[in-house]
Structure formats: structure tokens, C-alpha cells
């Protein structure tokens, strides 16, 4: 409460400094810094240009403590506090802060005597969470509490919010795998049609949270394929007091949905017509439980190929296979770590499969090395427990892929280290090999992959 109402006494002190401009900035900015709207001394207001949300940089870091000088010759504006100098040019992308250069992802904006900068290049260089609420359209600014410069007071201890880990959505159910106690509010909204779950007390962890996941209005959104009722799932901060994180599943249809917890992880299953999956648990009615993990993602891509294939995509687009494959088969209930080009940590993967404990666990990757000639498919196991289906794994996935047997091998990877049940991870093929691919490339070698790991699953587990 202290540092709100020291802010107030800010703006106050302003009003009374600047009456003038005080009284011409009566209107609403729509800005809002730590839950206080901020006062525009210009009519300047959020702008959006070329769909990125732009806002006025002077009253922004000002509030934050930076001195701002406009150079109108230059067009250019420098920000500076002790510690940071940002310098920009109006409709020039290419920035620098600290001497080192940055890129925007749209150039400055000279609009009614004010600089509007793209409310992305806030949250990345000044270190704020950002919130765009395209519906009222307002911005939510969030200062951290160290080193804005800002005349504080001591911080206020603020509540431990919960993480939000990871989105994946598979199987027809969203999964949200958090850390820490949630209290979320599923509703369902209409036209059009969507599942709102709104979780306070929480918000992206770093990793997920980074802005490269977040699109210019700071919100993220994913695509599935193979799943009808599902448009898309999105996502944002949606609120700073409390910090709430809000996910909204866009439906095509209105579909009823079960919402239930296994460990950390919430699900949001959407109702299917199959009853032999009323969809109360994962794993229920005797359901043996198959974590499919696809290796790397985003930032993070994994192998390179020969002609640039990056290794995140192939194993994304076998483990979608490998879903739409373990849908049909009624005693298996199919789990991905990740259903899009999102970067999840090796521990948060492992607490996925863990916290299912699930029967199996299968981590989908591609080779890479220093040779060109290498060739071939590998499977890797680390502790006894994971031989035997290491070795039914590999039988079907050398068929699949139609490389060289490199045979069956120990592996130390994080992932098949510390989960807790038989997991291996596959190494398809070689993308530093020419041959290796261009095959890992193609549809038909990926429906193979996809239908071995299937029936290697089938067969360890006794299911055929
Ligand atoms: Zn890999």
C-alpha cells in the first residue's frame, strides 16, 4: 500500500507544480503504473500502429525515475537514469541501450509533440511487465521493485504468487503445469464461445514468461491441429492486482469440460463423445499413461541441419503425430509435454511425467555431429528399469526410420535420469547427415516414427 500511495503523492505534487498542464491532462491516459493511472501533461494517448500497441515513452520512464531529452533535430530521444542510457530515433527499428544496439519492432512514433515507442521495447529494455487489455484498451504496467529508480519506500512484502510453467494441450484437455498452490476460476463465455480460467496469486514463470513467447501486445496464443472443437488456446497477464494470470481455451462449438489436478498440473479437459474417456483423471478406468516429450523448443532449437532444419520442429511434429496415434487407443492415455514451439526446462518436463507418474515416458530428438558421414538412429536409456523398453523402442523405431543400427545405448540426459518411471529418449536420425535429413523431413518418415513409437509403447506395456 505504501508504494501506491507514495506514487499518488507524486502525481499530486505534479498537478500542483504544473497546474496548467495538470488541468489539459484530465483526461483519461489509459496508462496505468503499478494500479495508478498515469497523467498525461500532452493529449498524447496509446496509439496502435501497424498492430503494435504504442505508448508515450516520456510519461512512462519519467514515473520510473529516467531523465528524458528530445533532440528535435535528430529526432532522437535519450533516456537516462545513474545506471541505464537508452537512445532511440523516431521510425528508426534499430535502437541502443547502453551502447550495445537493439532492434524494435517498430520504429519510434512522433505523434502530437510526443514519442510513442512499441509497449514490447518497454517490457524488454526497462524491465517492466507489461499488460494490454485489448478490450479496454489500457495498458498495465508493472514495475519490479529493485532498481527503477523510483523515490520508494521499502517494499511492501508482497504474497509468493504461484508459476505458471508450461501450456500444453493434448489428448482433447489443456495443461497447465504451475508451481505452487492455485486457487483458479474456470467460467464459460459465450459469442463467442470460449473457457475462461483465470488463476490470481500467479504469474509466467521466467522461462515461459519471456516477451520472445509473447506477441506485441504481450499476449500468447497457440494453435492445435487435430482437434476440432479447439480454435485456439491464448494467453496474458491479465490483471496486477492480484497478479493474475488468465488462459482462455477459443472453442468452435459451446463443449462442456471437466477440470481436475494431477499433482501440479491442472487440467482442462473438453467433454468427448468417446466414453471410455470421461475425462475425470488422466490415467483413470485402468488408462496407462504415455508422456511424449518433444526435445527443445522456441529459443531453444536443438540440432541444426545441414540445410537449416532446426531439430525442435521435427520432434514437435512427431510427438502431434504420436497424440493424434495414442487418441485411438482406449487403454493409453497420450500426454505431450509440449503441443507448440514453446521452451520448457529439463526439470519441468521430468515434474510433468512425474507428477503423472506416468507408465512411460518417451523424449523425441534428432542427432547432430561433428561428421557429416554420421548416420543413423540411436535409443537411449539410463537406469536398468528403462532397458526393456529401450529395446522394444529401438526395434520399432530403426523399422520406422530405415537408418543405420546404431543400436541400443546408456545415456546420462537429464530427462530419462530423473523421471521416475521407464523412459528413453530416441534419437531419430542424424540432421548433420545429408541423407538423415531430408528423410526426417518428410511426411511419410514422420508417420512411421509416430506409429513405431506407438507400437513399441503397445507392446512394452502389454497392450496388443
Ligand atoms: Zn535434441
Do not use: C
Not at 351 to 358: E, G, M, Q
Amino acid at each position: 500500500m505504501m508504494k501506491k500511495f507514495s506514487f499518488l503523492m507524486m502525481i499530486i505534487i505534479f498537478v500542483m507544480v504544473f497546474p496548467g498542464k495538470g488541468q489539459a491532462a484530465s483526461g483519461h491516459s489509459n496508462i496505468y503504473l503499478d494500479g495508478t493511472e498515469l497523467v498525461l501533461a500532452t493529449n498524447a494517448k496509446i496509439e496502435t500502429i501497424q498492430n503494435n500497441v504504442m505508448i508515450p515513452v516520456r510519461v512512462v520512464v519519467e514515473n520510473l525515475g529516467f531523465k528524458v531529452a528530445w533532440d528535435k533535430n535528430n529526432q532522437s530521444v535519450t533516456i537516462n537514469n545513474d545506471s541505464t542510457v537508452i537512445h532511440l530515433v523516431v521510425n528508426n527499428k534499430s535502437g541502443y541501450v547502453n551502447g550495445s544496439k537493439v532492434t524494435l519492432p517498430i520504429g519510434p512514433a512522433l505523434k502530437t509533440d510526443t514519442v510513442l515507442v512499441p509497449i514490447r521495447f518497454v517490457s524488454e529494455q526497462l524491465g517492466l511487465q507489461v499488460n494490454w487489455d485489448n478490450a479496454s484498451k489500457k495498458v498495465y504496467l508493472i514495475s519490479s521493485d529493485t532498481g527503477s529508480g523510483k523515490p520508494e519506500t521499502k517494499p511492501e512484502p508482497t504474497p509468493e504468487l504461484a508459476l505458471i510453467n508450461s501450456l500444453s494441450y493434448s489428448d482433447n484437455r489443456l495443461m497447465i503445469s504451475t508451481t505452487g498452490s492455485i486457487e483458479p476460476k474456470v467460467s464459460v463465455m459465450t459469442s463467442p464461445n470460449r473457457i475462461v480460467i483465470d488463476i490470481p496469486y500467479a504469474k509466467f514463470s521466467e522461462t515461459f514468461g519471456t516477451s520472445q513467447q509473447l506477441d506485441s501486445n504481450l499476449q500468447g496464443s497457440f494453435h492445435v491441429v487435430g482437434y476440432p472443437d479447439l480454435d485456439q488456446v491464448r494467453y496474458s497477464l491479465y490483471n496486477n492486482s492480484p497478479s493474475t494470470v488468465r488462459i482462455v481455451m477459443d472453442l468452435n462449438y459451446a463443449k462442456n469440460y471437466t477440470v481436475y489436478a494431477e499433482g501440479s498440473l491442472l487440467f482442462v479437459a473438453l467433454n468427448t463423445s468417446d466414453t471410455s474417456n470421461p475425462g475425470t483423471s488422466v490415467g483413470g478406468n485402468g488408462k496407462k499413461i504415455a508422456v511424449i516429450d518433444a526435445g527443445h523448443g522456441n529459443q531453444d532449437p536443438g540440432a541444426i541441419g545441414v540445410t537449416g532444419k532446426k531439430e525442435k520442429a521435427f520432434n514437435l511434429a512427431v510427438a502431434l503425430k504420436v497424440d493424434q496415434l495414442l487418441k485411438k487407443e482406449p487403454k493409453i492415455d497420450g500426454v505431450l509435454t509440449r503441443s507448440n514451439d514453446i521452451f520448457l526446462e529439463l526439470k519441468e518436463r521430468v515434474k510433468i511425467a512425474n507428477d503423472l507418474k506416468a507408465d512411460v515416458f518417451i523424449s523425441i530428438h534428432a542427432n547432430s555431429s561433428g561428421s557429416s558421414a554420421a548416420t543413423g538412429t540411436e535409443t537411449y536409456y539410463k537406469n536398468d528399469r528403462s532397458k526393456a523398453l529401450a529395446n522394444v523402442m529401438h526395434k520399432y523405431l530403426v523399422r520406422a526410420t530405415g537408418f543405420k543400427d546404431r543400436g541400443v545405448r546408456y545415456g546420462n540426459f537429464h530427462v530419462i535420469r530423473e523421471t521416475n518411471m521407464a523412459a528413453v529418449l530416441l534419437e531419430a536420425g542424424y540432421l548433420s547427415n545429408k541423407q538423415d535429413e531430408a528423410g526426417l523431413f518428410t511426411e511419410s518418415l514422420q508417420n512411421r516414427v509416430a506409429q513405431g513409437i506407438v507400437d513399441g509403447i503397445k507392446e512394452y506395456l502389454g497392450l496388443n
